[in-house]
C-alpha cells in the first residue's frame, strides 16, 4: 500500500472535528491521513484564502496591472485606469454571474439538444417519459395543445424554448410564467432577459476594460443575465429533464457512505446533467453486465449518486445517494468505488490523485470537462450506452482485482424525496383541488410563518454540513417551511430532517400542517437547476392570492450557508433579482462600507427587487430571514393572524396537558 501511495503529499494537521460534522466524511478523512492522502480539506486548512481578491479588491482585466485596491480604504485609491472599487467589484461580481449563469444554461441546452434529437427521432435510447408534463409546459407559454400529438407539441416546444438561448430581440418564453407585477418591475427596470446568450456576451463585454465603469449599470446586466439563468436556462434544464425522464414524486432513499456495498460492483456517477446517469441506469439494469459482474465474483452492480446527478437522480428514481460536494474525494478513500463517472461542473481536479491512490478508476465523459491524467471516455447522446457500458465494464474489471483494504462507513439515512413544485400543489391541495391555495391558507393563519429555500454548496472554508443544518433547525423550529436543492438538501438528509417523523423538531404551527399531511419539514426538489422549481412555486403562491401581486411582497427567504461556485452567486442573483431576499454565508465577496454593498444589499429591494445579505453565523442566518419574513407579513396585515393562532395553540396545549 506504501508504495501505491507514493504520489501522495503527507497532509498538515487538520482539525477534522471543526472540518466536517458528516460522520463519514470525518472517517474517511482520519482513514486519508493514516494512508497518507490529500484532500481539499487539507488543502483548504494549509492555503490561506488571498485576502485582497475575497474582498474582491483587485482587478486582473487587463495588464495595466493587476491593481490592488485597499479594502480598508476603499475610495483612498483607483486602479491604473482610474477604476473605483465600486467598478472593480461590481465587474468581479458581474463575471462570476455571467459565469455561473453560462454553466447553467450550457447545461439546459445540452438537454434541449437531446429533446430535439428524440423529437426528430435520431436518438432511440431516450424517449418523451411525461407527456403531461410536456402538455403543462407547452401551455405555459402559450403553445396550442388540445387535438394536438406528442410530437407536434414537442416540436413546437422545442423552437419555442431555443428562444430561451439564441434571441436576439424580446422577452424569453418563461418570462409569461412571471408574476404581472414582478414582470412590470424587470421591464421598468429594463432587465427582462432576452437569449441567454445575448445576456451573457454583453455582460462579458461591458466588464471588459474601458466599458462599462458604472457599478449601477453593470449590476443591471448581471440582473438581466442572472435572471437568463433561472427564469431561463435552468427552467428548460428542470423542465426538459421531466419531460424526457420524468417528474419527480415522492420517493423513500437513502442517503451518506454506507449505501456503498462491499460485496458488489460499486459505480458512482457525479456531476450534473442527467443523461449521463440516465444511461447508466440502463447499463446497470443489462443482464449481460450484470452477469459479468457475477462472474467477476460481485453479488451485483450497485448504482449511487453524489452532488447535483445524484440530488437529481435520488429526487427522480430514488437512487440512494453517497455524499455532496465535500465528500467526493472522501468516499473514494473507502476503497469500495470501483468506478467513478462525472460529466460537468464540481468535478475536483484533486478526485484524479485520489482516485489513483485507491485504484478507482475515474472518467471523463464530457467534451468539455477532462482531466490531466484521468481517463476519458466521451459520451454521446445518439449512442449514450457505448460509454456507460464501458465505464461498467471497467468497474467490474477493477473490482475483480481490488487489493487494497475496504472500509465503508455504516451510516446511512432514510428520507423521503423527490417534491416538484406539481406535487407541493397537489400534496396541499388534494387531488380535485390542486393548487397553492391551501399553502397560502396556512401562511396567512399563520401556522407556517412563512417558506425558505436553502440551497447550494458545501466548502471547507466552513465545517461540512453544520452550517446547513444549524439554520434550517432554526428556521423550521420557527414556523418556516424549508425547500431544498442540492448540496444543502444532500446535507439535511444526513441530519435525518427528511422524515416525516423530524417534524417535531418544528414549531407548533409547522408541526401540525406537517402531521396533517404527512410530510416533512424540510422539502427536497432536487437539483440546482431545479431551483427554478422554487421560483415557479413562489409564481404559483402569488396567483393563489392573498400574499400580495409580486414575489417581492411574499413572506420568503432564500439561502446558501456554504457557498462555494460562481454558480451560486448566478442563483442568489436571480433570486435577488426575482423579489426575494437571499442571505449567503462563508463569505461575501465585495467590501462593506462600498456604494455597490449598498445597491446590493439595500438599494436593489428599494427598486422593487430582492436585496443580498450576509452572515456566517447559521443563527443570524436564520433570523435575517425569519425578520424579513416577519416584516413582509406585517406588510400583508397577516402579522396579526400569526399570534392568534400562537394563542391558539398554547390554550389547545394547556387543555391537552390539563
Ligand atoms: Ni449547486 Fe454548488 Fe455543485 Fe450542486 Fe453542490 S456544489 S452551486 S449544489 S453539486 S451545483
Given at each position: 500500500?506504501?508504495?501505491?501511495?507514493?504520489?501522495?503529499?503527507?497532509?498538515?494537521?487538520?482539525?477534522?472535528?471543526?472540518?466536517?460534522?458528516?460522520?463519514?466524511?470525518?472517517?474517511?478523512?482520519?482513514?486519508?491521513?493514516?494512508?497518507?492522502?490529500?484532500?481539499?480539506?487539507?488543502?483548504?486548512?494549509?492555503?490561506?484564502?488571498?485576502?485582497?481578491?475575497?474582498?474582491?479588491?483587485?482587478?486582473?482585466?487587463?495588464?495595466?496591472?493587476?491593481?490592488?485596491?485597499?479594502?480598508?480604504?476603499?475610495?483612498?485609491?483607483?486602479?491604473?485606469?482610474?477604476?473605483?472599487?465600486?467598478?472593480?467589484?461590481?465587474?468581479?461580481?458581474?463575471?462570476?454571474?455571467?459565469?455561473?449563469?453560462?454553466a447553467h444554461?450550457?447545461h439546459?441546452?445540452?438537454?434541449?439538444?437531446?429533446?430535439?434529437?428524440?423529437?426528430?427521432?435520431?436518438?432511440?435510447?431516450?424517449?418523451?417519459?411525461?407527456?403531461?408534463?410536456?402538455?403543462?409546459?407547452?401551455?405555459?407559454?402559450?403553445?396550442?395543445?388540445?387535438?394536438?400529438?406528442?410530437?407536434?407539441?414537442?416540436?413546437?416546444?422545442?423552437?419555442?424554448?431555443?428562444?430561451?438561448?439564441?434571441?436576439?430581440?424580446?422577452?424569453?418564453?418563461?418570462?409569461?410564467?412571471?408574476?404581472?407585477?414582478?414582470?412590470?418591475?424587470?421591464?421598468?427596470?429594463?432587465?427582462?432577459?432576452?437569449?441567454?446568450?445575448?445576456?451573457?456576451?454583453?455582460?462579458?463585454?461591458?466588464?471588459?476594460?474601458?466599458?462599462?465603469?458604472?457599478?449601477?449599470?453593470?449590476?443591471?446586466?448581471?440582473?438581466?443575465?442572472?435572471?437568463?439563468?433561472?427564469?431561463?436556462?435552468s427552467?428548460?434544464a428542470t423542465?426538459?429533464s421531466?419531460?424526457?425522464?420524468?417528474?419527480?414524486?415522492?420517493?423513500?432513499?437513502?442517503?451518506?457512505?454506507?449505501?456503498?456495498?462491499?460485496?458488489?460492483?460499486?459505480?458512482?456517477i457525479h456531476g450534473h446533467e442527467p443523461?449521463l446517469f440516465?444511461?447508466?441506469?440502463?447499463?446497470?439494469?443489462?443482464?449481460?453486465?450484470?452477469?459479468?459482474?457475477?462472474?467477476?465474483?460481485?453479488?451485483?452492480?450497485?448504482?449511487?449518486g453524489m452532488c447535483c446527478s445524484g440530488a437529481e437522480m435520488l429526487s427522480r428514481?430514488?437512487i440512494?445517494h453517497?455524499g455532496n460536494f465535500?465528500?467526493t474525494?472522501?468516499?473514494?478513500?473507502?476503497?469500495?468505488?470501483?468506478?467513478?463517472?462525472v460529466d460537468v461542473q464540481c468535478i475536483?481536479?484533486?478526485?484524479?490523485?485520489?482516485?489513483?491512490?485507491?485504484?478507482?478508476?475515474?472518467?471523463?465523459?464530457?467534451?468539455?470537462?477532462?482531466?490531466?491524467?484521468?481517463?476519458?471516455?466521451?459520451?454521446?447522446?445518439?449512442?449514450?450506452?457505448?460509454?456507460?457500458?464501458?465505464?461498467?465494464?471497467?468497474?467490474?474489471?477493477?473490482?475483480?482485482?481490488?487489493?487494497?483494504?475496504?472500509?465503508?462507513?455504516?451510516?446511512?439515512?432514510?428520507?423521503?424525496?423527490?417534491?416538484?413544485?406539481?406535487?407541493?400543489?397537489?400534496?396541499?391541495?388534494?387531488?380535485?383541488?390542486?393548487?397553492?391555495?391551501?399553502?397560502?391558507?396556512?401562511?396567512?393563519?399563520?401556522?407556517?410563518?412563512?417558506?425558505?429555500?436553502?440551497v447550494g454548496c458545501t466548502?471547507?472554508?466552513?465545517?461540512?454540513?453544520?452550517?446547513?443544518?444549524?439554520?434550517?433547525?432554526?428556521?423550521?423550529?420557527?414556523?418556516?417551511?424549508?425547500?431544498q436543492t442540492g448540496c444543502s438538501q444532500i446535507?439535511?438528509?444526513?441530519?435525518?430532517?427528511?422524515?416525516?417523523?423530524?417534524?417535531?423538531?418544528?414549531?407548533?404551527?409547522?408541526?401540525?400542517?406537517?402531521?396533517?399531511?404527512?410530510?416533512?419539514?424540510?422539502?427536497g426538489l432536487g437539483s440546482c437547476v431545479d431551483n427554478s422549481?422554487?421560483?415557479?412555486?413562489?409564481?404559483?403562491?402569488?396567483?393563489?392570492?392573498?400574499?400580495?401581486?409580486?414575489?417581492?411582497?411574499?413572506?420568503?427567504?432564500?439561502?446558501?450557508?456554504?457557498?462555494?461556485s460562481?454558480k451560486a452567486?448566478?442563483i442568489?442573483?436571480?433570486?435577488?433579482?426575482?423579489?426575494?431576499?437571499?442571505?449567503?454565508?462563508?463569505?461575501?465577496?465585495?467590501?462593506?462600507?462600498?456604494?455597490?454593498?449598498?445597491?446590493?444589499?439595500?438599494?436593489?429591494?428599494?427598486?422593487?427587487?430582492?436585496?443580498?445579505?450576509?452572515?456566517?453565523?447559521?443563527?443570524?442566518?436564520?433570523?435575517?430571514?425569519?425578520?424579513?419574513?416577519?416584516?413582509?407579513?406585517?406588510?400583508?396585515?397577516?402579522?396579526?393572524?400569526?399570534?392568534?393562532?400562537?394563542?391558539?395553540?398554547?390554550?389547545?396545549?394547556?387543555?391537552?396537558?390539563?
Amino acid at each position: 500500500m506504501e508504495k501505491e501511495m507514493k504520489k501522495a503529499k503527507a497532509p498538515k494537521v487538520l482539525d477534522i472535528k471543526e472540518a466536517t460534522s458528516c460522520d463519514a466524511t470525518a472517517q474517511m478523512l482520519k482513514k486519508a491521513e493514516r494512508d497518507g492522502v490529500e484532500t481539499a480539506f487539507h488543502r483548504a486548512n494549509t492555503m490561506k484564502a488571498c485576502p485582497i481578491g475575497a474582498d474582491s479588491a483587485c482587478c486582473k482585466h487587463c495588464s495595466m496591472g493587476p491593481c490592488r485596491l485597499n479594502a480598508k480604504d476603499p475610495y483612498g485609491k483607483v486602479g491604473v485606469c482610474g477604476a473605483t472599487i465600486d467598478t472593480v467589484q461590481a465587474r468581479n461580481f458581474a463575471r462570476m454571474v455571467a459565469s455561473g449563469a453560462a454553466a447553467h444554461t450550457d447545461h439546459g441546452m445540452s438537454m434541449l439538444d437531446v429533446f430535439r434529437e428524440v423529437v426528430n427521432g435520431n436518438i432511440a435510447d431516450y424517449s418523451i417519459k411525461d407527456p403531461i408534463k410536456l402538455e403543462e409546459v407547452a401551455q405555459s407559454i402559450g403553445i396550442e395543445t388540445e387535438d394536438r400529438s406528442v410530437e407536434e407539441i414537442a416540436r413546437d416546444l422545442y423552437e419555442e424554448l431555443e428562444r430561451t438561448y439564441i434571441q436576439v430581440e424580446g422577452e424569453i418564453p418563461f418570462a409569461k410564467r412571471v408574476p404581472e407585477k414582478t414582470l412590470e418591475t424587470w421591464r421598468k427596470q429594463g432587465v427582462v432577459p432576452r437569449g441567454a446568450m445575448r445576456e451573457i456576451m454583453e455582460l462579458m463585454h461591458r466588464t471588459h476594460m474601458g466599458v462599462d465603469q458604472h457599478y449601477e449599470n453593470i449590476t443591471k446586466q448581471c440582473s438581466r443575465t442572472a435572471l437568463a439563468d433561472g427564469w431561463g436556462g435552468s427552467m428548460v434544464a428542470t423542465e426538459i429533464s421531466d419531460i424526457l425522464f420524468g417528474t419527480p414524486t415522492p420517493v423513500k432513499a437513502e442517503v451518506n457512505m454506507g449505501c456503498l456495498k462491499e460485496d458488489e460492483v460499486n459505480i458512482i456517477i457525479h456531476g450534473h446533467e442527467p443523461n449521463l446517469f440516465e444511461s447508466m441506469l440502463a447499463s446497470v439494469d443489462d443482464p449481460t453486465l450484470i452477469k459479468a459482474a457475477q462472474e467477476a465474483g460481485a453479488k451485483g452492480i450497485n448504482l449511487v449518486g453524489m452532488c447535483c446527478s445524484g440530488a437529481e437522480m435520488l429526487s427522480r428514481h430514488g437512487i440512494p445517494h453517497a455524499g455532496n460536494f465535500m465528500s467526493t474525494e472522501a468516499i473514494l478513500i473507502t476503497g469500495a468505488v470501483d468506478a467513478m463517472g462525472v460529466d460537468v461542473q464540481c468535478i475536483k481536479q484533486g478526485l484524479g490523485k485520489v482516485a489513483e491512490c485507491y485504484g478507482t478508476k475515474l472518467f471523463t465523459t464530457n467534451p468539455r470537462c477532462h482531466i490531466e491524467g484521468v481517463e476519458h471516455i466521451e459520451f454521446h447522446e445518439h449512442t449514450p450506452r457505448e460509454c456507460t457500458d464501458s465505464i461498467v465494464e471497467n468497474a467490474i474489471v477493477r473490482f475483480k482485482n481490488r487489493t487494497l483494504p475496504i472500509e465503508i462507513p455504516n451510516i446511512r439515512n432514510a428520507g423521503i424525496h423527490g417534491f416538484s413544485h406539481e406535487y407541493i400543489n397537489y400534496m396541499l391541495g388534494g387531488t380535485f383541488r390542486a393548487s397553492y391555495t391551501p399553502l397560502n391558507d396556512n401562511i396567512i393563519n399563520g401556522r407556517i410563518r412563512g417558506v425558505a429555500g436553502v440551497v447550494g454548496c458545501t466548502n471547507p472554508r466552513v465545517k461540512q454540513d453544520w452550517v446547513h443544518v444549524e439554520m434550517v433547525k432554526e428556521l423550521i423550529k420557527n414556523d418556516v417551511l424549508v425547500v431544498q436543492t442540492g448540496c444543502s438538501q444532500i446535507s439535511l438528509a444526513k441530519a435525518g430532517l427528511y422524515t416525516p417523523e423530524a417534524a417535531h423538531l418544528a414549531g407548533a404551527g409547522l408541526r401540525e400542517v406537517c402531521e396533517t399531511v404527512g410530510m416533512p419539514p424540510v422539502l427536497g426538489l432536487g437539483s440546482c437547476v431545479d431551483n427554478s422549481r422554487i421560483l415557479i412555486a413562489t409564481a404559483e403562491m402569488v396567483k393563489a392570492g392573498g400574499l400580495g401581486e409580486s414575489i417581492a411582497d411574499l413572506p420568503v427567504a432564500g439561502a446558501a450557508p456554504e457557498w462555494m461556485s460562481e454558480k451560486a452567486i448566478s442563483i442568489g442573483h436571480y433570486f435577488v433579482a426575482s423579489g426575494v431576499y437571499t442571505v449567503f454565508g462563508v463569505t461575501f465577496p465585495i467590501v462593506e462600507d462600498t456604494r455597490f454593498h449598498k445597491l446590493l444589499f439595500e438599494g436593489l429591494e428599494e427598486m422593487g427587487f430582492g436585496k443580498w445579505g450576509f452572515a456566517a453565523d447559521p443563527h443570524e442566518m436564520a433570523h435575517l430571514m425569519i425578520a424579513h419574513i416577519d416584516k413582509k407579513r406585517k406588510a400583508l396585515g397577516i402579522d396579526k393572524a400569526r399570534e392568534r393562532v400562537l394563542m391558539d395553540m398554547a390554550d389547545r396545549q394547556k387543555l391537552e396537558a390539563a
